[in-house]
């Protein structure tokens, strides 16, 4: 299974699409296999999901997202988990053991009223 976090460096980006980078993870039978970072290759409305989707990335998680993106990831079939905040790695590692969920963190406006994950 192929996850991604949207983040700042090796933390959980506070919105999906203002993240600097992805961090890739490979995983296979609950543990990660292999790691890459990629750059943020642009926000601009509909891209990023299809970009990761396209990837093969079956799981993003990020701090915060707009709900067009969700929708995105929604329709092709990948998991979406938001609300998360910290160590990038670590947040794969929890999802992997069962013990990271969503709690929702959708961003509304793009000002980001304090509603979007670590804003």
């Known amino acids: ?12 980006a506070g ?7 992805f961090n890739i993870y490979d995983t296979e039978n609950g543990a990660i296999q292999k790691e890459e ?3 943020n290759p642009g926000h601009r409305p509909g ?10 990335v079956e799981v993003i998680i990020a701090g915060g997202m707009g709900g067009g993106a969700v ?3 929604n329709e092709r079939k990948i ?17 992997l053991k069962g013990e990271l969920h969503s709690t929702g963190s959708i961003c ?3 000002q980001h009223a ?6």
Do not use: T
């Open 114 to 119: 304090g509603e979007c994950g670590q804003h």
């Open 47 to 56: 891209f990023l999901p299809n970009f990761l989707g396209d990837m093969g």
């Open 37 to 39: 970072s990629i750059p």
């Open 108 to 110: 509304h406006e793009h």
């Open 1 to 12: 299974m192929k996850i991604a976090v949207a983040s700042m460096g090796k933390e959980v």
């Open 79 to 95: 998991e979406v988990i938001v609300g998360v905040q910290g160590d990038a790695r670590q947040a794969v590692e929890q999802y």
């Open 15 to 21: 919105h999906f699409g203002h993240c600097e980078n």
């Open 71 to 73: 929708e995105i990831f």
